[in-house]
């Protein structure tokens, strides 16, 4: 059985200085390992070939033992060669045409491609088996050609054991320095580089973060490669990289102790680390650098250049490698050119929210006054969006950088840019939920508007329904909580009505003095109040003249309400069903708009109702026939349903324009054909634009008709 072994040396030798493993053992290692798989009763039937240029090792000062010597000692046959381009054919003219048998084991180590056109060179039988022993299974496969390999890594082989790395990092540290450094703080790019540079020292066994996980504006801002903020993602993202997100008190001394503690205490694991990795500035260090060192460990630091400690620096036994030299990360600078929100990704509030919501918090206090970086450093550290001045500074730089904010002078004056779309959307979104909740409270004289409710009024908005906006339950609490905090909005526990054991939450706005409002969004009780619009006396088509989209929904509601009374034998209507009914013709508020017209007309009531399927009363809205606004919108849908029953019996086609022509008057015919569309009295014909058949049997259709048909007549067109 020919089995050849064949050892790429040169390129080991920086795999065995990287992950800190003998030369010696790992050449016995490989030959064992080799003799085994092979299925060899003894490894002198092993054909063992190291290949390297020896000349250039021997005058390598920093070899310890003279590699060849090493080889050639555990029975390898050595050959040299001094241009790695040649190795192939190397070996072919020295080893393989020397032997006239075909391979049947053919083993190569090496962590590099330079030995892998080989494969392709080489005789083997037709059963042979060919391993690659590298560290780079992708790399290896794509360089074999077209022969089947059968690839292993390096460490894992019985007798070779690589260093265990173990990495403690100061998060808060790093990523204020990597910040005052001017870099953007990547946290993906971050997280991938950390734990690629960590493995390049071994086995990567346990990786820590330490920083004041959850705490508001204690860390600088954290964005991934679209400039979008994810902070809040930082410990799951770190989870998922198998990093373990360690939390500890803001401050510099609460880092330092418990990062210390816990390299001591892991030392004295039966397993620990061969390779302590420290990514920190600090000098305090010192204290756990050198019982690491007494104890024969190997330690490394990882610094950001000009925030490292020179006590670190001139360490005689420390490896220092620069965070800002294996990282790719952006400057401030470059970060402004990066499109900072995509239209497919969520918008959900992020640190930027806070500057600009509160930068309009100081521009409302302030009328007509200059805002300077230090003026909205104060109002973030007031409400608690950062915990210092310095995360302060970093936060509004970084939305500087952005375009969010725009310097005016240079004595610190900036101002917002409105045409920015991150500005853009959060001023809207603050806009519409202020004034969602102040039109509920005002319209319908509530302390406070119940959480689930103003979920569902939210969904309603709109003006919300962009991409990445208004989607779910879930973003949309993700904005209320966003405004609580920022004191835009006021959340409260209260007893549940109808259970006061049970405390429900509830949204309200701030007491006045108190920034109810939040700054820049416009007065909406103000401005949606109805009893500053005169309502009044206005009758329906007369309000179509100032507010046609409160008018078309006045008109919806009693039609849809009479339906619904006269089918069930009902005095009321659910208003919760109602709403749901006309959801999509009700943009922002109209709904409560024209309801709240309804009332100051008297044409409805609205009412706690005794629901006979539930245990609990529900609120309804009950119509008055007798009002002569009701009755004229009423009216009007008799004569509409009436025409349908003409051209209906005339076999005429129902379409739009058809209608248009025996309809007298002014006749708003889109929305009436959306009524009877929702009412189920039109419905469309398949395949055809703009044709209906009528339900002749509907109920109001029979109410108008004046008969008593109780067949299903066959609908025609």
Not at 105 to 108: G, N, Q, R, T
Not at 267 to 271: L, R, S, Y
């Given at each position: 059985?020919a089995?050849?072994?064949?050892?790429?040396?040169?390129?080991?030798?920086?795999?065995t200085?990287?992950?800190?493993?003998?030369?010696?053992?790992?050449?016995?290692?490989?030959?064992?390992?080799?003799?085994?798989?092979?299925?060899l009763?003894?490894?002198?039937?092993?054909?063992s070939?190291a290949?390297?240029?020896w000349?250039?090792?021997?005058?390598?000062?920093?070899?310890a033992?003279?590699p060849?010597a090493?080889?050639?000692?555990?029975?390898?046959?050595?050959?040299?060669?001094r241009?790695?381009?040649?190795?192939?054919?190397?070996?072919l003219?020295?080893?393989?045409?020397?032997?006239?048998?075909?391979?049947d084991?053919?083993?190569?180590a090496?962590?590099?491609?330079?030995?892998l056109?080989?494969i392709?060179?080489?005789?083997?039988?037709?059963?042979?088996?060919?391993?690659?022993?590298?560290?780079?299974?992708?790399a290896?496969?794509?360089?074999?050609?077209?022969?089947?390999?059968?690839?292993?890594?390096?460490?894992?082989?019985?007798g070779?054991?690589?260093?265990?790395?173990?990495?403690?990092?100061?998060?808060e540290?790093?990523?204020?320095?990597?910040?005052?450094?001017?870099?953007v703080?990547?946290?993906?790019?971050?997280?991938?580089?950390?734990v690629?540079?960590?493995q390049?020292h071994?086995?990567?066994?346990?990786?820590?973060?330490?920083?004041?996980?959850?705490?508001?504006?204690?860390?600088p801002?954290?964005?991934?490669?679209?400039?979008?903020e994810?902070?809040?993602?930082?410990?799951?993202?770190?989870?998922?990289?198998?990093?373990?997100?360690v939390?500890?008190?803001?401050?510099?001394?609460?880092a330092d102790?418990r990062?210390?503690?816990?390299?001591?205490t892991d030392?004295?694991?039966?397993?620990a680390?061969?390779?302590?990795?420290?990514a920190?500035?600090d000098?305090?260090?010192?204290d756990v650098?050198?019982?690491?060192?007494?104890r024969?460990?190997?330690v490394?630091?990882?610094?950001v250049?000009?925030?490292t400690?020179?006590?670190?620096?001139?360490?005689?036994s420390?490896?220092?490698?620069?965070?800002?030299?294996f990282?790719?990360?952006?400057?401030?600078q470059s970060?402004?050119t990066?499109?900072?929100?995509?239209?497919?990704?969520?918008?959900i509030?992020?640190q930027?929210?806070?500057?600009i919501?509160?930068?309009?918090?100081?521009?409302a206090?302030?009328?007509?006054?200059?805002?300077?970086?230090?003026n909205?450093?104060?109002?973030?550290?007031?409400?608690?969006?950062v915990?210092?001045?310095?995360?302060?500074?970093d936060?509004?730089?970084?939305?500087?950088?952005?375009?969010?904010?725009?310097?005016?002078?240079?004595?610190?004056?900036?101002?917002?840019?409105?045409?920015h779309?991150?500005?853009?959307?959060t001023?809207?979104?603050?806009?519409?939920?202020v004034?969602r909740?102040?039109?509920?409270?005002?319209?319908?004289?509530?302390e406070?508007?119940?959480?689930?409710?103003?979920?569902?009024?939210l969904?309603?908005?709109?003006?919300?329904d962009?991409?990445?906006?208004?989607?779910?339950?879930?973003w949309?609490?993700?904005?209320?909580?966003?405004?609580?905090?920022?004191r835009?909005?006021?959340?409260?526990?209260?007893?549940h009505?109808?259970?006061?054991?049970?405390?429900v939450?509830?949204?309200?706005?701030?007491e006045?003095?108190?920034n109810?409002?939040?700054?820049g969004?416009?007065?909406p009780?103000?401005?949606?109040?109805f009893?500053?619009?005169?309502?009044?006396g206005?009758?329906?088509?007369?309000?179509?003249?100032?507010?046609?989209?409160v008018a078309?929904?006045?008109?919806?509601?009693?039609?849809?309400v009479?339906q619904?009374?006269?089918f069930?034998?009902?005095?009321?209507?659910?208003l919760?069903?109602?709403?749901?009914?006309?959801?999509?013709?009700?943009?922002?508020?109209?709904?409560?708009?024209?309801?709240?017209y309804?009332?100051?007309n008297?044409?409805?009531?609205?009412n706690?109702?005794p629901?006979?399927?539930?245990?609990?009363?529900?609120?309804g809205?009950?119509?008055?026939?007798?009002?002569?606004f009701?009755?004229?919108?009423?009216?009007?849908?008799?004569e509409?349903?009436?025409?349908?029953?003409?051209?209906?019996?005339?076999?005429?086609?129902?379409?739009?324009?058809?209608?248009?022509?025996?309809?007298?008057?002014?006749?708003?015919?889109?929305?009436?054909?959306?009524?009877?569309?929702?009412e189920?009295?039109?419905?469309?014909?398949?395949?055809?634009?703009?044709?209906?058949?009528?339900?002749?049997?509907?109920?109001?259709?029979?109410?108008?008709?004046?008969?008593?048909?109780?067949?299903?007549?066959?609908?025609?067109?």
């Open positions: 059985m089995a050849y072994l064949i050892v790429d040396v040169d390129d080991l030798l920086r795999f200085t990287q992950k800190g493993i003998d030369l010696h053992e790992l050449a016995v290692a490989l030959r064992g390992s080799a003799g085994f798989v092979a299925g009763y003894d490894t002198t039937s092993l054909k070939v290949i390297a240029d000349r250039a090792q021997l005058r390598d000062e920093s070899m033992s003279e060849q090493i080889f050639r000692s555990a029975g390898y046959q050595v050959i040299d060669v241009d790695r381009s040649c190795l192939p054919d190397c070996l003219q020295e080893v393989f045409q020397l032997d006239p048998n075909p391979i084991e053919l083993i190569l090496t962590t590099g491609t330079d030995l056109p080989l392709d060179q080489v005789r083997v039988t037709d059963n042979a088996r060919i391993r690659v022993w590298g560290d780079d299974e992708a290896a496969r794509a360089a074999g050609a077209s022969r089947d390999i059968i690839f292993q890594p390096l460490v894992g082989l019985h070779i054991k690589g260093k265990n790395v173990w990495v403690y990092i100061d998060f540290n790093i990523s204020i320095s990597l910040n005052e450094q001017g870099f703080v990547n946290l993906d790019h971050l997280i991938e580089r950390l690629s540079q960590a390049a071994g086995k990567l066994v346990k990786m820590s973060a330490y920083a004041p996980w959850g705490q508001r504006g204690a860390l801002p954290l964005v991934d490669s679209s400039g979008r994810v902070a809040d993602d930082a410990p799951a993202r770190l989870m998922m990289a198998n990093i373990d997100p939390f500890h008190l803001p401050g510099k001394q609460s102790i990062i210390a503690r816990d390299v001591l030392a004295g694991h039966p397993e680390g061969d390779v302590i990795i420290l920190t500035g000098r305090d260090f010192n650098i050198n019982p690491m060192l007494q024969n460990k190997t490394v630091v990882w610094g250049r000009g925030s400690g020179r006590l670190l620096q001139s360490h005689p420390l490896q220092l490698e620069y965070i800002d030299d990282t790719d990360l952006q400057t401030h970060l402004s990066v499109e900072t929100e995509a239209d497919t990704e969520s918008f509030p992020s930027w929210s806070s500057v919501i509160q930068f309009f918090r100081l521009n206090a302030n009328p007509g006054n200059s805002i300077t970086i230090n909205l450093i104060d109002q973030l550290i007031e409400v608690g969006d915990i210092s001045a310095e995360r302060g500074n936060l509004v730089s970084q939305a500087i950088s952005l375009g969010i904010l725009k310097p005016q002078s240079a004595l610190g004056v900036i101002d917002l840019s409105p045409q779309p991150v500005v853009d959307k001023l809207l979104i603050v806009n519409r939920m004034r909740v102040a039109n509920t409270l005002l319209s319908r004289s509530w406070y508007v119940n959480y689930g409710f103003l979920l569902k009024g969904a309603m908005e709109r003006d919300l962009r991409p990445g906006m208004n989607d779910s339950d879930q949309r609490s993700h904005w209320i909580d966003c405004l609580v905090r920022e835009v909005l006021q959340r409260d526990l209260v007893p009505r109808h259970n006061p054991d049970d405390l939450p509830v949204i309200r706005l701030p006045a003095g108190e109810a409002l939040a700054p969004v416009e007065e009780p103000v401005a949606d109040d009893t500053s619009k005169d309502w009044q206005v009758p329906p088509h007369t309000l179509y003249e100032t507010d046609v989209e078309r929904m006045v008109t919806r509601i009693v039609v849809s009479q619904f009374t006269s069930r034998n009902f005095a009321w209507c659910p919760g069903s109602l709403h749901r009914r006309l959801r999509e013709f009700d943009s922002g508020v109209v709904f409560q708009l024209a309801v709240e309804l009332l100051v008297s044409m409805v009531t609205v706690e109702y629901n006979p399927r539930s245990d609990y009363n529900t609120k809205i009950e119509l008055d026939e007798a009002c002569p009701v009755a004229v919108i009423l009216a009007e849908r008799d509409f349903i009436r025409v349908l029953l003409e051209m209906y019996r005339a076999n005429v086609t129902i379409s739009q324009p058809n209608l248009e022509q025996r309809l007298k008057g002014q006749w708003d015919v889109p929305l009436w054909i959306s009524i009877m569309k929702i189920n009295v039109l419905n469309a014909l398949p395949g055809r634009a703009d044709q209906f058949s009528l339900f002749r049997t509907h109920h109001t259709v029979k109410l108008v008709a004046n008969d008593d048909v109780d067949e299903v007549a066959t609908a025609r067109s």
